[in-house]
């Protein structure tokens, strides 16, 4: 308490000089202690907490057909999500009902997209929806990326069937809004891989997993956007329908939902583009598809058969999305009957040719170009790797060397009580009390975890990439925010890099770099680029344009207006805009984990395929949850305290 | 028709407890956090009467007309639809009411943007569980009666604003109402077209002589279609009179500066400028009634060589002459 107030005494700089002396003081002790206390853990070593897991894991698979919750709850539930995945596998991916092919072929898939793009949109979005369902025919991935299809649409149908009604109920009550948003904002920042260990504990791993995992992922943005849609309903449209003498059913059913159903439609898109990345990122829990693909040649350093199935997922992407977005800004216009009739009986005929013949339901050889694609990767992968004469070596050699490895080294080689004194230290006097406190509970949490120096290395990776992100995201976010034409040329592009699953960032990365750590580091910036650029952008656009004239007035640079103007004015949105790249890059981490990043990601992917690491796999998974928590919560508590010393 | 009688509306915490209040708007506000948009306000509207009701924006105008319906419910006070009181009407009763009896016009025309016109006219009896065709037919009557006919299938979007609110007045007719509740319906248009929908309302209330309760702040359109005018200040009423009462008689200086700028002749009768005959005058001249609009009169009075008599039913009222006449124009 006296501490407390203390602290608040301390004047701001001298805070600031605090901070520095404990570091600079950590950092003089360091030569003294390295190599003391740093508490390794082999690959196959298993910590105290680890067999602990273990066990829970044992004994929850063995109560699976004893324990009532799992015989007459998870089990039920696990039943009916594998029964419905199946059963659209069925449709348009895998043989079924005792025949050799599936129910739908190609071109009855190909004809019945096409319809339903041109009926939910466009034209122009159904030529899109064609040629991109037969360009998976035509790189041999037919198969991998309907069962792909197959997961999305089951997942985004549980994901609509729960979360319409959920989003309506919060559109119209307060008190449920308020109950569910924070539930939302947990689901949304929590790592994805973190749940995907505990749900295969519960549901198997197996299409119920992959559903679950997806939906958790998935759901938050139609619910978000359906409740939206109906709060931001004019009140003189409800008002004139109670005048009428609507019922409250009618109300819904007749005024709510209609004008609620753009809004709707926008996050059915969302939910849609979130569910295709989770569904490919479950191939680490055996989700069957294009993700598998991906991961598969990945773990083989297969670059061209990864970028095929890459440009695959881009492609179903690209096709999803722009169907969606198209049906969302339609307006509502009538279409003559017979033109509606004649494409929906060519797509009848098309579904049933497939479902008659061969040649309709089972790609043609002849026209599978996946292995010349996969070819041709690899020779461009290999000429540029050639031909940049190493460049892409120097870089991520000297990047590794120079930047990555020494803040690693610090971190690993260190006595873990030289790394939590310090760090509650400088937490305490830059941010406060309950910084530090949270600071502590995080340390304890990962010396309990028995993944000390693995976090450490994952620590490493991620502050380094959080750090490039930001200086990438500010320095392109500042240019966003200042000139309209740089917004509009380099807005669709994040945009179109956001619609795409993480997975798909891996490929060209390791193409070029190979796997290492360094890989996996930029995999991660990648990805979280575009979210921070966005927010500081946003930040330097709210900077009251009044303030950037006066300044102009005053004759200062471009340089001297960002410097001493804009960015101290956007503090907290750029502090916000780096915590949520940060989520993004710990999201990634898992990613990273397969192609050379190792720690904390690799123990996690190590725990879904081998029996005996599930226990450790979960420790790390729940390690990236609690530096997660940490690293956030002192961005916002940063943040916050930004936005205090501004007002 | 429809009686109100002591009407509260008091939005804020505890809001019950400010019912009677004295005190000023600023300074309920400033005590309570309360609004009391409408205090006390009683009337009564006659079958097939236009009753206007005006105010200045936030005197409490919308909040009145919308406890007629229980769009918003009173805080205190009774509202009477032919002896039946709403306030105490189940949710199903009033749905009832809604249904058949009353209907609403609204200032932001309050369309369904995704329906058609023809579907929106129709939405009061698909409500109502009318078939169909039935409703369509009905519709397409109703769509004739306003002017519509050819957009039937537009969207709203595609109509200009004044074409909106003919669907707007549409929709409401369409349910046959008794009672028809207009929400400052022109206030959106610009004034030509609003001219041009006055001017509609005139023609349908012949037409179809409905009870209209008409909401306004603008003071031409009062005086144009009201048969009785209700002035509001502050939630509370200020004075109920026919127009030319309004303008010949305003209850405060408030009215009176309100009234200041309108042309008298053109809403003054004989009644209010007429003196008593006096010994003097000579009483051969020609006569009017009282009620003529003294614009209307103005012709024969001043090519009148002796003073005009003001008679009704044979009696001699009083008796008018140029130098009245002049004086209200001048
Ligand atoms: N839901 C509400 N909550 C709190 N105060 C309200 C609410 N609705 C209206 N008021 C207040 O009641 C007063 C009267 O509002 P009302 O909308 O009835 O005025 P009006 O005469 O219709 O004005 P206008 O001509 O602008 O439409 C205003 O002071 C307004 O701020
Ligand atoms: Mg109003």
Known sequence: MTAAVALRRLARPRRAWFVAAVLGAGLLAWPLLRGRDTLPLGGAELAGAHRFLNGAFEAVDASRNSNPVFLYGFNYLRLLLDTSTTFVQGLISQPAYGRPAPVLGWLGVTALATAVAWLAGNLRVALLACLGFVSFGLLGLWTEAMDTLALTLTAVFYSLLAGIPIGVAAGLRERVHRAITPVLDFMQTMPTFVYLAPLTLVFLIGPASATIATMIYAVPPVIRLTAHGIREIRPAALESGISLGATPAQLLTKVRLPLALPMIVVGINQTLMAALAMVTVAALIDAPGLGESVLQALESLDVGTAAAAGLAIVIMAVVLDRTTTAASVRRPRRRPWWLVTAVLAAAGIGAYLSFIYVWASTFPQAANFGPYVRRAVDAADAWLLDSAGGVTDLVRDRMTAWLLNPFQTLLTDAPWWWIATVAVAVALFGLGVRAAVLVGAGVAGLLVLGLWQDSMVTLAATVVATALTALVGVVAGVWMGRSSRADGTIRPVLDAAQT???????????????????????????????????????????????????????????????????????????????GQGLIYVLSMVVVGGLVGAGALGYQVVAGFSQHELRGKGLAAGLAIVVLGIVLDRIMRAAASRAGAQRA | MLDVDGLWKVFGPRAAAQVGTELSSAELKRRTGCVAAVRDVSFTVAPGEVFVVMGLSGSGKSTLVRCLTRLIEPTAGTVRLDGEDLGTASPARLRELRRHRMAMVFQQFGLLPHRSVLDNVAFGLEIRGTARAERHDHARQVIELVGLSGFEESLP??????????????????VDPEVMLFDEPFSALDPLIRREMQNEVIRLHRVVGKTMVFITHDLNEALRLGDRILLMRDGAAVQLGTPDEVVGAPADDHVRDFVADVPREQVLTLRWIMRPAGPSDALDGPSLPPETVIRDAVHTVLSADRPVRVESDGSLLGVVTAAEVLETIA
């Open chain 1, 500 to 578: 795409l699953p993480p997975f798909v960032y891996l490929v060209p990365v390791v193409g070029l770099f190979g796997a290492t750590r360094f890989t996996g580091i930029l995999a991660a910036v990648i990805f979280a680029i575009p979210v921070t650029t966005k927010l500081v952008a946003e930040g330097i656009r709210g900077v009251r344009a009044s303030a950037v004239e006066a300044s102009g007035a005053a004759g200062a640079t471009a340089w001297q207006t960002i410097i001493k103007v804009q960015l101290p004015l956007a503090r907290a949105s750029v502090t916000l805009a780096v």
């Open chain 2, 157 to 174: 979007e595609q109509l200009s604003g004044g074409m909106q609110q003919r669907v707007g007045l549409a929709r409401a007719l369409a």
